[in-house]
């Protein structure tokens, strides 16, 4: 295996590498456009390294944990290089640090600035990984990867593990699972849906490590991934333990709120006594070479790249994956074979037996039932308390029919035709429902969510929003979230719209692989607790497939056609004149 | 006398993915006006037929006999042979209501007691296409009247030698669906539009549908036009390619959902057609380089491996060039892997030099060949970074009067020259390299000749010869094009 995910790494570089030389080939506005740049922002406060920016919308695709050039949009490469830290939706600002400098000149006031990405290159630092692991004969790595290892339980570990679990207040797969972690000699995967309580799970696992005084590494892809896990932690056991391994200056309030400290050294608390240091996959990476772990508990396993979790696997000898490859998959740029496009986790699902938590703690029954039969093999069931629960709507309204908490989810058909990335029909239905929910309803707006597959439905999406609401005379402190798919998994709303845009088949044809991908249809599907209300053409469920390997895919599509209630769209669109 | 209604085959859900209307006319057309296959689709068809002989010969087979369309007589002899539990039966014959089936393949699917068969197809292409499953799902419906279940799966033996198995399961749903459509154009309860796409130009029913779709200018000639499309416009009063050169886009797009710069482009592609001549829309995406390479693959007609690997690399020299040919070739599978590396090797030498090549074929095998074979270190990276597709640099700078964007329309457009008639490989010989080869030589050729035409297309005023028309009343005719490249608006 050696020399495919040394090819992963070379081509992942390639591909990154390329796709920012053709960033560099476009103009301003055309990066504006395709969302590889943020224009128009002007700074609101810089000093300690740490840089804050005023904006008029994140239509960029950029991520907390991004790499930035913050600087004219022409000199790209001349700006400064920051990272994105936190992203404020409320006040509109970015806040950034610089990346690799300790300060810069101050940014001229009412300078307009731009945004725009800047690679990452660490292909080197996992490739050495790799190779440290595969030059030494029968590694337990490389053993764990060629599915060598024994999985056979400790049965007298299983058994009293198990009880601690139980009297922890864990379910009865949530036990299985935090017995299994003590149980298993080397590996074990923890298959955690949406909802179940994997954090939750997690906290309780890193406790009951420092109650036995392991020392414990915590992995994750992402920042927020990492300190998620450390606050749940800290809240669990003892504060002083919890470490984040974080070289950035920039302030982590809900960690400091949570008792976690932060360090540079990878080998704090790693001498004497038990601790539990969250890193992410990329200082993972690095600091294994200096501190070694009793055991290495991953987190969004799902989303690791298989040659990235190499590296931070070697920080102990034990390895815990929690994930979910059902969910989505890592964010890859090169052309790879499809077995090397897989995560960690969904590589070694494949090859050991693992424990998938069972009940859902998110989800009423109507919004778990088609995930659980199209995804989970009917195993996600919701709990008792979650699968009763209901939306809470005032008396009267507009939209009885389509926002009826007692049909949690259902299908707006919308008959427009020959759209690709965009309906202004369906955005306005969306907005006009939205509006209905936060105005007449009070929902907070904290508490709904709007889904869309593409950057160009989202942007119509908000507009609609702001003009019907402004039309209604509705001004509501903050706006729901409207996101696409990839940036909205891990969170949860009471009330999810989802928007699928499109209604050209022959063009969806030609985008099967993104469009109707069941893992992007799984996080859409299973973010919302009471209420899902789809809006979508039905010519968006009406793609034949071209060849037999989209017809999985496309038969879940047609399914969920099938199976949701549908509502005509035309009648809705009607309501919505006659209220004027 | 009403012609008697023609039986459902296997062939109508195989068409149906394809083309309803093909499906339609099979049922209700006159078949003396189906025309004979244009070379390519006969070179396939022969092709095909060569395969699967290769294939039955190597196989312990018997076949039903019956007096030639008996086909009850058929499905008794085919019952006898499953009765008696014979291992692999060809040709047999499945028959239900209105309908007839004849896989090529009823393979015994020992497990004890009563024999009980699973379907099989031979087919020459190296992928299975749900065309391929639609036709076994077929078989299988009618094969479950006889055994106590439907088999749950079924298998092709294809071009490159693999057996993949089909889930019956999966496909359900898209075989309910097609069927009942089928059984619906049948008794004439759905008739489904004409509408022009890829396959038409080799269609047996060419000769009926084009004429009509000319005759109208019906959108679906218009390069981007898709069946959504075209209802969408239809809806707002426009029908025809000369009402559709007429439209003004931003008025157009607050009443559909089609953005703008779409109906701005459709509107050019319509105005191409009717003034015969091709118009500009932004520069072209590539710059002149001193060192240029087209290359083009071709894979071995029956093993389905890439055989062949061209490259011709041109170096500008005074008022001339230099040329030079890059050629390697794989009689069997297991030269491919070594052939690519050696292929690939030799591309990698010029290391900013562009490759160019015509559609999206051409990376998407190199991506399957380093899927097959790749190395690390491989310079596949390097040679992917400077891929240029000539089809995706024409569409997105010039908008031809021509109906498709495929090689040999773009060249009739540029050139003037004649769609090139592809000579069939024949059946007979088993050494095709040198025909294959010589076709993928001209192919390249033609390539370069298309990029350099568009390139003074682009530049100066001289431009397409012969072309697509259509009249102001909205038929479209082949007719020399004027001269003159005009400006997008």
Same mark, same amino acid.
Not at chain 1, 405 to 408: E, F, M, T, V, Y
Not at chain 1, 417 to 423: D, E, Y
Not at chain 2, 426 to 431: G, H, K, L, Y
């Given at each position: 295996m050696r020399e495919p995910l040394l090819r992963y790494l070379q081509r992942e570089r390639l591909a990154e590498r390329r796709y920012e030389r053709e960033l560099r080939a476009l103009s301003l506005a055309e990066r504006v456009e395709c969302g590889e740049a943020l224009a128009g922002l002007s700074v609101v406060s810089q000093g300690g390294g740490r840089i804050t920016v005023a904006m008029s919308e994140h239509s960029a695709k950029f991520r907390e944990g991004d790499v930035l050039w913050l600087g004219d949009g022409v000199r790209i490469e001349e700006g400064l290089p920051v990272r994105l830290v936190r992203y404020d939706g409320a006040a509109r600002q970015l806040h950034l640090e610089l990346d690799g400098r300790e300060e810069a000149s101050p940014l001229r006031a009412g300078r307009e600035l731009v945004l725009d990405r800047r690679s990452m290159d660490l292909a080197e630092r996992f490739a050495l990984a790799v190779e440290d692991v595969y030059t030494k004969t029968n590694h337990p790595i490389a053993l764990c990867l060629e599915g060598k290892l024994s999985t056979d339980d400790d049965e007298a570990v299983r058994r009293e593990a198990e009880i601690d679990g139980f009297r922890r207040g864990l379910d009865r797969t949530q036990a299985a699972a935090f017995a299994r972690a003590f149980a298993r000699p080397k590996l074990h995967m923890i298959q955690g849906p949406p909802g179940t309580g994997k954090t939750r799970l997690l906290a309780e696992i890193l406790s009951a490590c420092a109650e036995r005084r392991e020392r414990v590494a915590v992995v994750a892809y992402t920042h927020r991934a990492v300190d998620q896990v450390l606050v749940r932690a800290a809240q669990r056991t003892d504060p002083r333990l919890v470490w984040k391994l974080d070289s950035s200056r920039s302030e982590a309030p809900e960690l400091a709120a949570a008792g976690v400290r932060r360090t540079t050294s990878a080998e704090r608390g790693a001498s004497t006594g038990p601790a539990i240091v969250g890193l992410t996959t990329h200082a993972a990476c690095r600091a294994a070479d200096r501190a070694t772990f009793d055991r290495v508990v991953f987190d969004e396993a799902g989303q690791i790249p298989l040659p990235h979790a190499v590296g931070a696997m070697r920080l102990g000898p034990r390895w815990l994956f929690v994930g979910d490859h059902a969910q989505l998959p890592p964010v890859v740029a090169g052309e790879h074979a499809e077995e090397w496009r897989a995560s960690i986790f969904a590589h070694l699902v494949e090859r050991y037996p693992s424990t998938m938590l069972e009940t859902t703690y998110r989800m009423n029954s109507g919004i778990c039932d088609f995930p659980s039969r199209a995804f989970y093999a009917g195993n996600l069931k919701p709990s008792a308390e979650a699968s009763s629960r209901r939306l809470a709507l005032a008396p009267g309204g507009r939209f009885r029919d389509v926002l009826d908490?007692?049909?949690?989810a259902v299908l707006v058909e919308v008959p427009h035709?020959?759209?690709?990335?965009?309906?202004r029909r369906e955005a306005a239905i969306v907005a006009e429902l939205s509006i209905e929910l936060m105005a007449h309803h009070r929902l907070p707006a904290e508490e709904l969510a709007v889904i869309a597959p593409f950057r160009a439905q989202g942007m119509a999406i908000r507009e609609e929003l702001e003009r019907r609401a402004a039309i209604r005379g509705f001004r509501p402190a903050s706006w729901p979230l409207v996101e696409t798919v990839e940036r909205i998994q891990g969170r949860e709303r009471e009330v999810v719209l989802i928007s699928l845009a499109s209604s050209d088949p022959e063009w969806l044809a030609e985008q099967t692989d993104f469009y109707f991908s069941p893992n992007r249809l799984n996080v859409a599907l299973t973010r919302a607790r009471t209420k899902r209300i789809l809006v979508a053409s039905p010519l968006a469920f009406r793609v034949r497939a071209r060849t037999l390997e989209d017809v999985p895919a496309l038969s879940v599509f047609a399914a969920l056609y099938r199976e949701t209630p549908r509502i005509d769209g035309a009648s809705v669109e009607k309501e919505i004149e006659v209220d004027g | 006398m009403p012609r008697k209604l023609r039986p459902i085959t296997g062939t109508h859900l195989f068409q149906r993915e394809r083309c309803s209307r093909w499906v339609w006319l099979d049922f209700h057309e006159d078949p003396a006006r189906k025309l004979p296959p244009d070379a390519a689709a006969a070179a396939r068809m022969a092709q095909g037929r060569r395969h699967e002989r290769e294939i039955v010969a190597k196989l312990d087979v018997v076949e039903p006999h019956y007096p030639a369309n008996d086909f009850e007589a058929g499905e008794r002899a085919t019952r006898e042979l499953m009765g008696s539990g014979a291992p692999l039966i060809y040709q047999g014959v499945l028959l239900g209501e209105h309908r007839v089936g004849k896989p090529d393949l009823l393979r015994r699917a020992d497990g004890g007691g009563t024999p009980r068969y699973l379907l099989g197809d031979i087919k020459a292409s190296s992928r299975a296409k749900l065309e391929h499953a639609m036709q076994l799902a077929f078989y299988a419906d009618l094969l479950a009247a006889s055994q106590s279940d439907g088999p749950k799966t079924a298998f092709l033996l294809l071009g490159d030698g693999r057996e993949e198995r089909v889930q019956l399961d999966d496909v359900e749903p898209f075989y309910r669906e097609a069927a009942a459509e089928v059984e619906a154009m049948r008794e004439r309860r759905h008739e489904p539009r004409a509408a022009f796409h890829v396959h038409c130009h080799g269609c047996a029913w060419r000769g009926v549908c084009l004429p009509e779709l000319e005759a109208r200018g019906d959108l679906s000639l218009v390069h981007g036009i898709s069946p959504a499309r075209r209802e969408a416009l239809e809806e707002v009063g426009v029908h025809n390619i000369a009402q559709l050169a007429c439209i003004e886009p931003a008025q157009l797009a607050a009443r559909t959902e089609l953005p703008r710069e779409t109906l701005r482009r459709l509107r050019l592609q319509a105005r191409a057609l009717l003034d015969r001549a091709p118009h500009r829309l932004a520069p072209l995406p590539w710059k002149a380089a001193r060192i240029a390479v087209a290359a083009e693959f071709a894979r071995h007609p029956i093993r389905g491996h890439v055989a062949e690997f061209l490259a011709y690399r041109t170096i500008a020299a005074g008022n001339g060039f230099q040329e030079q040919w890059i050629h390697e070739s794989a009689q069997n599978p297991e030269e491919e892997g070594p052939a690519y590396r050696r292929f690939l090797s030799s591309l990698s030498l010029d290391r900013d030099a562009p490759i160019y090549h015509f559609g999206a074929e051409l990376p998407d095998t190199l991506a399957q060949l380093d899927a097959r074979h790749g190395k690390l270190n491989d310079p596949l990276p390097q040679v992917f970074a400077r891929l240029h597709d000539v089809q995706v640099g024409i569409r997105s700078s010039l908008v031809l009067p021509?109906?498709?964007? @495929?090689l040999d329309r773009v060249a009739q457009a540029l050139l003037g020259t004649a769609p090139e008639s592809v000579e069939p490989h024949?059946?007979?010989?088993? @050494?095709q390299s040198p025909q294959i080869r010589r076709a993928l030589a001209e192919r390249i050729l033609l390539v370069r000749r298309v990029r350099l035409a568009a390139a003074r297309a682009w530049q100066s005023d001289g431009a397409a010869s012969s072309a697509v028309s259509v009249s102001p009343e909205g038929t479209v005719a082949s007719a020399p094009a004027a001269a003159g490249l005009q400006d997008s608006p």
């Open positions: 908490p007692q049909r949690p035709r020959g759209a690709a990335m965009r309906s | 021509i109906l498709r964007y @495929d024949s059946a007979e010989t088993d @050494d």
